[in-house]
């Protein structure tokens, strides 16, 4: 990894990469940004638009368009990249797609001699950032996908409306696979230091658990919302990127719910989900693992059997693929 300067190398230039990079433009997180698309001339025209800003912005950024031989010494490499869902595609199938996409993208990043963090973006994120784990070969600290931190700001965000309360003094978490089984387990939520069962027992005509679970609900259901109204999510995860990418560079050790590889936490394995994890300088330094009620961890368990099979079918689909295919199969254990 680099010892002077802050590098980060984008690959995928759509919306949610181009909110990644407005947001870091603006918050001087890199010194330099190097962007890489399939679309050449997308990522050439990218890089000018954000330049020209420079000059109403505090940030000196080197920002240019450029190749996979620039990953060398960069330190975060953020990958937004992947293909559209298309009509009447099912989920495997479009993951199996992005699969492709992948097994394209990490043996040219690795084969540049890149030693830094991956940080993965593209849906459905846990399985991607598991294929990464796989492609590259890195250990399991330097693989990580944005897991459920857009979920969890939106959880909090929603609770200090409710609770009247800044959502930075709310302390809880959406844990699981980003998708339809996430859940928020309410026995470790706290506002400020004090437990949001106890507030609910203090107040019982002014807060209700019902509400409680239409926040998560809502916080499920968001981006189905979002996506209904505008088509398509990344504002939210574009800074939610930003903010993991500032988390690693700073050394912060600061606790995020990413997806990162479980070695026996809760009792799984070889699973890539999203969880509190203390994240710095060298990627994921120590998963924290919640005390868990028996209901919140079967929920736990079924977002890990869920993510599970379809890594496996989306392998077998591989096994038919070309070379490309091949070769994840191969870097799979």
Not at 78 to 98: H, P, T, W, Y
Not at 129 to 142: D, K, N, P, V
Not at 152 to 161: D, H, K
Not at 185 to 208: G, M, R
């Amino acid at each position: 990894m680099k010892s002077t300067g802050k590098k980060v190398v984008l690959i995928g230039t759509g919306m949610v990469g181009m909110s990644f990079a407005y947001s870091a433009l603006n918050q001087h997180i890199c010194d330099e940004l190097v962007l890489i698309d399939i679309d050449t001339l997308r990522a050439q025209g990218e890089a000018m638009d954000l330049n020209h800003g420079l000059a109403f912005s505090s940030a000196s950024m080197k920002i240019s368009p450029g190749d996979y031989s620039q990953c060398k010494d960069a330190d975060i490499v953020v990958i937004c990249a992947g293909v559209n869902q298309q009509d009447k595609e099912s989920r495997l199938e479009l993951l199996g797609r992005n699969a492709q996409v992948f097994c394209s993208i990490v043996p040219q990043v690795v084969s540049s001699g890149f030693r830094g963090i991956f940080l993965v973006a593209t849906n459905p994120v846990d399985i991607m950032t598991r294929i990464t784990y796989e492609l590259s070969g890195f250990e399991e600290g330097r693989v990580i996908g944005t897991g459920t931190t857009l979920d969890t700001a939106r959880l909090r965000y929603l609770m200090g409306e409710y609770f009247r309360l800044d959502p930075r003094n709310v302390h809880a978490y959406v844990i699981g696979e980003h998708g339809d089984s996430e859940f928020t387990p309410w026995s470790q939520a706290l506002l400020a230091t004090k437990p949001v069962y106890n507030v609910l027992e203090d107040n019982p005509d002014k807060f209700f658990f019902s509400d409680l679970e239409n926040i998560s609900n809502e916080v499920r259901l968001a981006a189905h919302k979002i996506i209904k109204a505008k088509r398509a999510t990344y504002y939210g995860i574009g800074m939610s990127i930003n903010r993991i990418v500032r988390a690693i560079l700073s050394d912060e050790q600061s606790v995020l719910t990413v997806s990162g590889l479980l070695r026996g936490e809760y009792g799984r394995r070889d699973v890539f989900i999203g969880n509190p994890c203390i994240i710095g300088r060298d990627g994921i330094n120590r998963t924290i693992e919640l005390t868990l009620t028996k209901e919140e961890l079967e929920k736990f368990h079924n977002s890990c059997d869920i993510i599970d099979r379809c890594f496996s079918d989306v392998k077998g689909r591989l096994k038919k693929a070309s070379p490309q295919g091949e070769g994840f199969l191969k870097a799979s254990p």
